[in-house]
């Protein structure tokens, strides 16, 4: 157990998180290694997105820890997260829609040095071709999928190294579905770290490292994702089947 | 499953199950009304003795304070149980003594001070108690008034109209000189000297507020302070117990201060200013603006300290030491009081706690005294550790386990579309009396998007809801009426109010609504739910899957045909939700009502539905039964995926 | 005709400090949900500075910044201390607090100063009218306006193009959101309170300048007006702040001037009442800003 914490770059430890009389989070220890896609999936109401609150700072856990690159970061602020690489695209994405593509970017590039940011902002344009056309547009015209890219092109603009995804298949068409893994797959080859909440639980388990399964606030099956994906059993697990 | 009996209970039955928890209000109600006012005359007592070592200003202090607790008391009647803030109660109280006054001065005086005023005023002259009388009725019809715009906005809107009213009643009472005299004072109102009405007056506003909070309207007016939503779902209206709450408060403001004017022995506009507003509000926050002892406390609290920093502030020689004067020092103490208050303290240094209610937990079971409802640590309660509801057996009550006459719940082509995202497309869906349904589907399939649609809190696009042949259309609390209850997704009880108020509150609604199903009794349901030992807990310190057992124990006692629980064991182990099974079909079978459940625990769902509809993106995607459902590869692709991309 | 004109310039000059107080309201409301009652109590400030300087006979020039500086400060000094702590309270206890911050304002003034209105002299621009064809135009209305809108512009173009202003854009419409983007909650909300603050404090000077008296509660009255005209304009629409403001010092004007003699001393009363049937009529305001709740 404890070699494989080594080297990990986001450790989350017996995490427990409560909202008022409910437990969301039941002592819930995640180990994510550099460059791993690590997926999450489980029902809703799994606590899935309190965990990866819990962590980048936007729910304060009533136990456990959350290390980052070896440094604790229980309860830090995001903003603190965001500066050090660990950055959240939320769950149904939360984009500016009173602001335009162009001014959702330049907001979400305020950790970043005035100097660096035109030039990330550039290279959102370059990722996300489907963006430069509404550049100026407000957001609140985007499609669900426009949307998603936008989310996503967001949390790149701080560079981080540990990308947190909640759900981003979320109400997206299959083509737009694919997209996203297509996108995906394009940030893990450039070595960013992915931990990834999603639905569609076949298909990103098959492309991930590792994966976990949750189920009212607690871890009910871990390992490889290929090995989870094969599981015969993965849809009871995952639904509580009896 | 019991027998069906009689569709409709035994009237008899009927009136004894609802009058028994109208005589528990009155159990509730005696205890609070005598020991606030035991805890008054202590009050009282104290100050006599206070004033009787003293000057006549001595005297006026206990006179005022007093007085003041009637305005505090109105205001609380309003401001405490419905949880919105009136500014406007000041300017009911200076309508109504201003009509007083003017009525009651004798007309020698008017002659000179208001010669020009309107309706032959001058020459009228009517006894103080006449007049007063007039003057309480003129503030009444002036609440309603006021009262009928207030109930109907919302929260600020309400606030900031009241305040509006504040300042006009005090513009004009400043500028039609011929009317009112003006900024300046009209003197000659005849004097009530001594305290014997203002204690009067204080006993009596103690009464209609103990009297008010346990009446029917009351209890409304309470529940939709806790959550306007959950109450509107339980079928309470918003607009009529607020609109009873402030014309009642109204009368009571109206009342002080008549009071207040007659002790002074004139009147001027800046006697119901907006610094006098704070002060009272203050009075009223500081103890606790729920209770009436909060009311009482904090009235005496800030009078208290008001008179203790005058003192200092004239400069007086303290230990030998002489203080400097300081001006307006009493202010200061208002002031930060209540800031202080608002800041760490936001419920009032007595938050929930009556005097009434203490007592009446203390003896009526004194072994349980361990137990009190604010005591934060339920962990160590023997109950909530073992997590196991404490279930007798069911109880045979007559008029139960009768299946509803009522006709299936049938939505056709139910639909919703927001902007322009299809949330709902085209649900039809049958739900027969006394069954069990199951509503699945992926996370952001809409289901309770449907939900809400059902149940009134969303306007559908296309598509009708119906219980057999009639429509459900309107408002939620009017669908609630109609037969469909419902527990939402988030959990919304009534926090601070007791596990059997919770209950209790349904059931009223369905007293008055419900009448032509059967009941099962308050207790009844508790018991089904394993909450009968807890009945008198606060519902927020109670664990979280005795809380849901509560929300749907509240949703029964409305005698739903039909009961609709969204996500009923979210946040539950696999333990916990096999209870909830067997829970939901007792409390289904007791109160004979079909059931919609929505969940995602197929385990859950399995054990408990005949029949499942699955949704996804809005629209069904498979029905059949919980095993067919669960073979079934669309589904499985829904929840998963459809494998590798 | 003239009386129209001058009417209106009259109602423009009054209604642009009721638009900046406006603005404020509306951008904290926006940032915090929170009605801040207690606003009115920069103008207070900003009053007892200048009565301080000008007793010392301190130039008007050295004496404005700094009144528009210590509204700044106290409104900085008020979040820190007081709603910084009550941030996620409800909207009741917010409100209530608002009120209360403003009552120990009127306290501590009475209590530091005097109860006594403290008199300054107004420098000569403050009455000031020149000629203009058949209008007779008071200079300091006219400087009203021209202050006012430079200040519009001035915010809407910080809104658009600075890293502070998206920021208060983004914590309006999410705050959560805003964060998770990097922004620093309490140096968006201090920024938003100093921001407001200094809008008060032009305000102020512009006021001020022709009121010739400082006393504790000189607050009050200006920012409950403030307040209606933001939510005419719909709380927390910026725009809908400067509208509303800005109208609502016209009616007063006009009011004023078509009410018979008799009845003068009813016009905030008559524009309350209108007021409250336009609360009934549209409660969101005229420019809708949408919330959601989730169940």
Known sequence: MDQRQHGMILEIDRLTTRYGALTALHAVSVHVAPGELVALVGPNGAGKTTLLSSTVGLLEPAEGTVRFEGRDITGFDPAANVAAGLALVPERRRIFKDLTVAENLRLAGTTVAKSQRKQRMDEMAELFPALRTKWDLSAGFLSGGQAQQLAVARALMSSPKVLLLDEPCLGLAPTMVDVIFALLDQLRSQGRTIVVVEQQAQRVLSIADRGYVMRTGEIVAEGSGPELAGRSDLFDTYIGGS | ?645 | MTQFVQNLIDGLGNGSTYALLAVGVSMLFGVMHLVNFAHGELLTISAYVIYGMRSNDISWWATIPVAILSAVMLSMLIEFVAFRRVRTASAFTLLLTSFAIEILSHAAWRIGVSSTPRRYTAPDIAFKVVEVGPFNIEVWDVVSIGVAVACFVGTAIMLRTTMFGLSIRAASEDFDAARLMGVKANRVISGAFAFAGLLAGIAAALWLVRRGQADPRMGAEPLLKAVIAAIIGGLGSLPGAVVGGLALGVAEVYFRSWLPSDLQGLTDSFVFVLIAVLFVVRPQGLFDVQSAERV
């Open chain 2, 1 to 645: 499953m019991t027998a069906p009996a009689a569709p409709v209970a035994d009237p008899a039955v009927r009136h004894l199950t609802g009058a028994m928890s109208r005589s528990q209000m009155r159990s509730v109600a005696l205890p609070s009304l005598v020991a606030n006012w035991v805890l008054l005359a202590a009050l009282f007592a104290v100050g006599v003795l206070y004033a009787s070592g003293g000057s006549s200003a001595r005297d006026l202090l206990i006179s005022d304070l007093l007085i003041n607790l009637v305005l505090v008391l109105g205001f609380h009647i309003f401001i405490g149980n419905t949880g919105v803030l009136s500014f406007g109660h000041l300017g009911i109280a200076s309508v109504a003594a201003y009509t007083m006054a003017l009525l009651a001065v004798p007309s020698e005086r008017k002659i000179v001070l208001i010669p020009n005023a309107p309706w032959g005023i001058p020459e009228i002259e009517l006894s103080p108690l006449v007049a007063s009388l007039i003057g309480v009725g003129v503030g009444v019809v002036v609440a309603a008034l006021l009262g009928f715009v207030a109930a109907r906005t919302s929260g600020l809107a309400a606030t900031m109209i009241t305040l509006a009213f504040l300042a006009i009643v005090r513009q004009v009472a400043e500028n039609r000189k011929d009317l009112t005299g003006g900024a300046q004072n009209l003197s000659s109102v005849p004097r009530l000297d001594g305290w014997s009405w203002p204690l009067l007056g204080a006993f009596l506003a103690v009464m209609i507020a103990v009297f008010f909070r346990s009446s029917k309207t009351g209890r409304l007016a309470v529940a939709t302070r806790e959550d306007e939503l959950a109450a509107g779902a339980m079928g309470i209206e918003v607009f009529t117990p607020r609109l009873v709450a402030f014309v009642v408060s109204g009368g009571l403001v109206a009342f002080g201060g008549i009071l207040r004017v007659q002790s002074l022995g004139s009147i001027g506009p800046s006697q119901f200013s907006f610094e006098f507003t704070i002060l009272i509000l203050a009075m009223l926050v500081v103890g606790g603006m729920r209770t009436v002892t909060g009311a009482i406390a904090g009235t005496v609290f800030i009078t208290v300290g008001k008179e203790v920093t005058r003192y200092l502030g004239d400069g007086p020689d303290l230990l030998g030491i002489s203080l400097p004067v300081v001006d307006g020092l009493p202010d200061l103490f208002l002031a930060g009081s209540l800031l202080a208050v608002l800041l760490t303290r936001p419920n009032g240094l007595l938050g929930e706690f009556d005097v009434g209610s203490w007592l009446t937990r203390r003896f009526r079971r004194p072994q349980r005294a361990a137990e009190s409802s604010d005591g934060p640590d339920e962990a160590l309660d023997v109950d909530t550790v073992l997590a196991v509801p404490a279930v007798p057996a069911v109880p045979a009550v007559s008029g139960t386990g009768a299946a509803s006459e009522s006709g299936a719940l049938t939505t056709a082509g139910l639909g919703v579309v927001f902007g322009g995202f299809t949330a709902v497309d085209d649900v039809s869906i049958t739900v027969a009396p006394g069954r069990i349904h199951g509503l699945i589907g992926p996370n952001g399939a809409g289901k309770t998007t449907f939900v809400n649609l059902l149940t009134g809190l969303v306007e559908p696009t296309t598509g009708t809801v119906h219980i057999g042949d009639k429509e459900l259309r309107g408002a939620p609390y009017k669908r609630a009426r109609d037969g469909v209850s419902r527990t939402f997704q988030n959990l919304r009880i009534f926090p601070s109010l007791s596990v059997r108020e919770n209950v209790a509150v349904a059931d009223l609604i369905a007293h008055d609504h419900r009448s032509h199903r059967s009941a099962v009794s308050v207790d009844d349901l508790l018991a089904l739910s394993g909450l009968s030992h807890m009945a008198d807990r606060t519902a927020s310190t109670l664990d979280y899957g005795n809380q849901r057992r509560l929300e749907i124990a509240r949703a029964a006692a409305l005698r739903p045909d039909f009961l609709l629980l969204d996500e009923p064991t979210s946040g539950m182990s696999s333990s916990e939700s096999l209870e909830m099974v067997d829970h939901v079909r007792r409390v289904a079978s007791a109160i004979g009502a079909g059931v919609l459940v929505i969940d995602h625990d197929l385990g859950f769902i399995t054990n408990i539905c005949e029949h499942v509809t699955v949704l996804d993106q809005g629209a069904i995607l498979a029905e059949g039964t919980a095993e067919e459902i669960q073979r079934d590869q669309r589904v499985i692709d829904a929840y998963l995926g459809s494998g590798h991309g």
